[in-house]
C-alpha cells in the first residue's frame, strides 16, 4: 500500500486556493489560454507568463510535450507555484488515459521536488480539452491515489461546479 494523503474536494476558483502549488491545466505553448490557464495567467500577473516565456526560450523550446509538468512563479497568486501541465485531448478513438494519468504523476513529483506541503488540481482536460468528466475523474482519483503523496498535509481537487465536484465524489467513493 503506498503512502497517501487523504484527497480533499472542494468548489471553487482554483486561483484563490491558499496551497503551495496550483497545478494550471495549460497548453503546449504555456502562453495562456481560456478556462484555467487564462484565470492563473490573469490573476497570477506577468510574472508568470514571464517564467513561461523563459522555459520557451530554454529547455521547452519546441513547447511543453502532453503530459509533462514545470514550474513558474505563483505571481500574485496565494500559491507559491504553478505547476504547469498539458493535459491530452478527448479522443473517441486513442486512448490517452496513460497520459491524463502522466500530467497528476508528473505534477505531484515536481511539487515534491520543489519541497510543496500542498498541492490543488483542476479537473484536467475536461473543460477545452473536453475529456468527459466521470471517466477523468476516474483515472485522476486513481493516479494519485497510486502515488506516495506522503510528503504532502493536503492534496486537493478544486473542481469549477457541482457536476464536476459529483464525479470526483463518485470517483472517490469507487475507487478504493
Ligand atoms: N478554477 C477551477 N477550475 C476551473 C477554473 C477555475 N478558475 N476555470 C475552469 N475550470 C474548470 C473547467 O470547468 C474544467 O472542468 O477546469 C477544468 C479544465 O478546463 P480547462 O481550463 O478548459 O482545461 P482543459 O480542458 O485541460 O483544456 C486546456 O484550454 O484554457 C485552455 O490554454 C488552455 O489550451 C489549453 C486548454
Redesign the pocket.
Known amino acids: 500500500m503506498v503512502a497517501v494523503a487523504d484527497i480533499e474536494l472542494a468548489i471553487?476558483?482554483?486561483?484563490e486556493q491558499e496551497v503551495d502549488v496550483v497545478v494550471n491545466?495549460?497548453?503546449s505553448s504555456l502562453l495562456?489560454?481560456?478556462?484555467?490557464?487564462?484565470?492563473i495567467h490573469r490573476k497570477g500577473g506577468p510574472d508568470v507568463l514571464g517564467e513561461c516565456q523563459e522555459l520557451r526560450a530554454g529547455r521547452y523550446g519546441s513547447g511543453l510535450p502532453t503530459g509533462q509538468a514545470v514550474a513558474t512563479t505563483a505571481g500574485r497568486l496565494p500559491a507559491r507555484w504553478v505547476v504547469h501541465t498539458v493535459?491530452p485531448v478527448w479522443s473517441g478513438s486513442e486512448d490517452r488515459s496513460e497520459l491524463l494519468a502522466d500530467c497528476h504523476r508528473n505534477a505531484l513529483a515536481v511539487a515534491a521536488e520543489l519541497g510543496a506541503r500542498s498541492i490543488a488540481f483542476?479537473?484536467?482536460?475536461?473543460?477545452?480539452?473536453?475529456?468527459p468528466l466521470p471517466d477523468a475523474a476516474r483515472i485522476a482519483v486513481a493516479t494519485v491515489r497510486g502515488c506516495d503523496t506522503s510528503g504532502f498535509d493536503v492534496v486537493r481537487f478544486?473542481?469549477?461546479?457541482r457536476a464536476?465536484h459529483a464525479a470526483f465524489e463518485s470517483a472517490l467513493r469507487t475507487e478504493r
Do not use: E, K
Not at 471553487?12 to 486561483?15: A, E, K, N, R, W
Not at 483542476?122 to 475529456?131: D, L, N, Q
Not at 478544486?158 to 461546479?161: A, K, S
Open positions: 471553487g476558483d482554483i486561483t491545466a495549460a497548453n495562456g489560454g481560456g478556462g484555467v490557464d487564462g484565470a493535459g483542476p479537473a484536467i482536460s475536461t473543460g477545452v480539452y473536453r475529456w478544486v473542481l469549477f461546479d464536476a
